[in-house]
């Protein structure tokens, strides 16, 4: 069977970005704990967008109804975006793409973004679709699953993978810990990806591994008391995914005969700093290994869905993969999950 | 499986991969050989937890033979990346590595003993550095050295280029301890390390070749994640038990 490949990744951020300490300033916390989960996440700048202030100078609080808003009109915009380069840089017309896969999780929206998105970007009405919501941070490689499988059953024809996390509009903000965790870590962002047949890494393998015993442990919970989904991120998430990560990455290689040292290329979600040396010292990898997803998470915080192809971008900018070359995606959600894909350049 | 080696003698016994360097000095081939043979340690042998390092007649190695030092057969930078991945391969297997030094031991012979874990010499062992005279540098040497030995002392060992004895080099820290006979040396060093958990081993020896270059504020992440991956392991597992049991 033919194998599905990349053709290309766009990507494209909100207008505004914000230092961590601009955030602090901006929503006057004090909190020695909350100031200093922002200051020592990693983390340098963030792009979001927030609401004007208020009578009392922080951000007005914003009802879960224009928080939906925000996700839908912020989604559009740099979704699009993201999708427009992502055609011209495989220099294939919205004409050709016969799939779309939509991926989002940052807000629920009926007709999903994958109907939204055809007229803007001009994409033809048989265009086959497909939204994944609620997925989480691993996301990016369950939508990337069927736009692979799909490419691979119709070679020479193209589809294309739009992540996009409007983070921003999933902030809950009570000056408790609790939400600072998550508010110190998100930041918002679009990547997109055209899959065909006829050019870029050949897409080799998925596989999947479901943490059910921590299914709790990052959550999107309705909160009743504030009207509002409120995001939940259990602390031992980093130790969960540590624990797990060689058991995925194994079999994946396992299935093509290879071994770690045989990947020249670790493209892995900017899930934290935390999260980050699970992987690295779970799987022996190296600083130099994880070099786009510590960058990306340095610049943009974690982009949920779409930070893999945020590093992804990073790494063909960097132009260090030779034909030949094996790279490993791996993403880290809720569920717990871990996503894998095998590729070979 | 280890099968055509031709400037290495590669031997198991109880436990130990011993590891002869056959040529006085390192070219092309070699460094291929020690490829294989890594392979082979990470791979293949799980039976094995310690790896001895040594040479022969007398001598550990003499350095580059530049003769036969590149890949590609023309003299250029590959074959110095061959050898500096060779090296670093070599300071990450998975199982606890001892080196004897004697005779000479120039170079890159120096260099290959920076990134074992136990530096054993014989008194015969004479250490130099003697790259920087003859106008190249000594490999990543420049970068592992003075982790051992301090920053002036690694100057005059790289930029002065003396040749030292195994007193020096001991108290220098480069080499642990001197031995009088190998082969008792090597069974003592081999069993100062214990029972060998493979995971505390490697990890342990990771976190101490980053601390220099590591911020207190990144290192102790990495060591918590670090340290959750050695608590998973069966042998923690077992001495918390051992522990747990009431007294009788």
Known sequence: MTAARILSVGTKTPATRYTQEELLDRYGSTDPMIRSLFLQSHIATRYLTLPPLGDDG????????ELLRKHREGALEIGVGAARTALERAGVTAADIGYLACVTTTGYLTPGLSALFLEPLGLPARTGRVDVVGMGCNAGLNGLQPVAHWAAAN?????????????????????????????????????????????????????????????????????????????FLDREIPYVIGAHAEAPVERLLSRFGLKRRN??????????????DAIQYNLGLTSHAVRHTTSVLRDLGNVSSASFLFSYERLLDEGTPHPGDYAVMMTMGPGSTIETALLRF | MLAGLETLRYEERAGVAHVTLLRDRVDVRVVRELAKVSEHLEDDAADVRAVVFRGSNGTFCRGIDFKDFDPNGDFDIHGFNLWEKICARIERLPKATVVLLEGDVIGAGVQLALVCDARLALPSARLQLDEVHLGFLPGMATFRLAKYVGLGRAKRLIMRCPTIGAEEARDLGIVDEIVTDADTGIADAIRSFGPIHTVAVELSRRLLNESFGTSFEDAIGHFLAAQHRSIRQTAFLETVKKQKKPRT
């Not at chain 1, 739009?162 to 609790?178: L, N």
């Not at chain 1, 939400?179 to 999947?208: Q, R």
């Open chain 1, 155 to 231: 070679p020479g024809r193209f589809g294309l993978l739009v992540c996009v996390e409007i983070c921003s509009a999933a902030y809950v903000m009570d000056d408790t810990v609790g939400t600072a965790v998550v508010n110190s870590l998100f930041g918002d962002g679009a990547a997109a990806a055209v899959i065909g047949t006829t050019s870029g890494p050949a897409v080799l393998g998925f596989e999947s591994h479901t943490i059910t015993e921590a299914v709790d442990a990052m959550r999107y919970d309705w909160d009743d008391a504030d009207h509002k989904f409120r995001f």
């Open chain 1, 58 to 65: 922080k951000p007005r609080a914003e009802t879960q109804g």
């Open chain 1, 263 to 276: 990947v020249a290329h670790w493209i892995v979600h900017s899930g934290g700093k935390k999260v980050v």
